[in-house]
């Protein structure tokens, strides 16, 4: 496995919202957040193993250093506020918060908590819009946190994913949150399914594949047999931490390789022969994990897959349910769901 070069630090599964994208399953029926103890245990294991951490000019920005997400972080701000400190102060690179604006509802509150944030060391924030986003939260709240990101950060630091949407959400409501199906009444569900998938380049792990695979082509199991997760596993240098130390691969929410909190260890003791389940997805994909789940009385979705992430995620959920895998964690990923 190569060494991650950024990371994601997830502070809380715990949100506002239950966005249909989701790819951690996050909700507000989630209790916990990364306990001070875990945040500087990992901040001090990254200082360890990036001695001389400079962003990879050549790499999108998105993937530089430390970004904290969540959930929603700012549920917990003091928490958030801190982990954003203790990184600067260990020389780390604090690269970006992630928010969904759902608490943005007064401006100098908004200003206030962006405003500790620069102070304490955190370079950009990230504001999310999307339709899934505006299914709970009216846009009034993303222009908010949009405006007051470009005063306090200036636009080149305010990153907002993905920017046309804001003019697109616009022309709808931006007092108003907006189901989906309004979407499919205004554009159709052919447009609707090509304004989602293409237009915010869904990654269909988590919910996507189930909340949103309808509006998508799909294909058979067997569609996906030659692609593997090599890639996400051992290549991509990209990873997630959770709030109880999970080692999540690349954007694969639900996949603990081990514990992170001391990733010198980790990458130490790192053995694909301890992972059967993440062995067959490295050398066989999820076609391969299906035909390992099938043994166990797994059946393939007669609608079919968007993509070898939606089945991969339909495998594990069935075999979350058959037994305790140890790579699938945490739990609550799957209750969520």
């Not at 990371?7 to 001070?36: E, N, Q």
């Not at 999307?130 to 470009?150: D, K, N, Q, Y």
């Not at 237009?199 to 949103?212: K, T």
């Not at 895998?325 to 945490?330: A, G, H, I, M, Q």
């Amino acid at each position: 496995m190569k060494k991650i070069d950024s990371v994601g630090i997830i502070l809380t599964y715990k949100c506002s919202s239950r966005c249909r994208h989701c790819l951690y399953a996050c909700s507000p029926d989630w209790k916990d957040f990364m306990s001070k103890e875990t945040v500087e245990s990992i901040l001090v294991s990254l200082k360890n193993i990036w001695k001389n951490y400079r962003p990879d000019p050549f790499k999108n920005i998105l993937f530089h250093g430390i970004h904290f997400a969540g959930g929603e972080p700012f549920l917990n701000f003091p928490l958030l506020y801190e982990a954003v400190k203790t990184a600067s102060k260990l020389g780390l690179y604090a690269n970006y918060v992630e928010t969904n604006a759902s608490w943005c509802v007064n401006e100098d509150d908004v200003r206030e908590k962006f405003s500790l944030l620069k102070k304490a060391g955190l370079k950009r924030i990230f504001i999310s819009c999307s339709p899934f986003h505006s299914e709970r939260i009216p846009l009034e709240r993303t222009l908010l946190a949009i405006r007051v990101g470009w005063e306090v950060f200036g636009k080149e630091n305010t990153i907002v994913y993905m920017e046309h949407f804001v003019d697109l959400i616009s022309k709808i409501s931006t007092k108003e949150t907006i189901p989906i199906e309004r979407w499919i009444d205004l554009f159709g569900e052919r447009n609707t399914g090509y304004i989602f998938w293409r237009g915010y380049s869904i990654i269909p792990g988590g919910r996507s594949g189930f909340e949103l695979g309808h509006l998508w082509k799909r294909y058979p199991a067997v569609y996906f047999r030659r692609e593997n997760c090599y890639f996400e596993i051992l290549e991509s240098q990209h990873a997630h931490i959770d709030p109880y130390g999970n080692y999540v691969p690349y954007f694969c929410g639900g996949i603990s390789l081990g514990d992170a909190r001391n990733l010198e260890r980790f990458y130490e003791k790192f053995s694909l022969d301890n992972l059967p389940l993440v062995k067959i997805l490295v050398s066989e994909g999820p076609y391969g994990l299906m035909k390992f789940a099938e043994k166990y009385g797994f059946k393939e979705s007669p609608d079919g897959y968007t993509e070898k992430c939606h089945l991969c995620v339909d495998v594990r959920r069935f075999l979350h349910s058959m037994g305790d895998f140890p790579e699938l964690n945490p739990k609550g990923f799957y209750e969520n769901l």
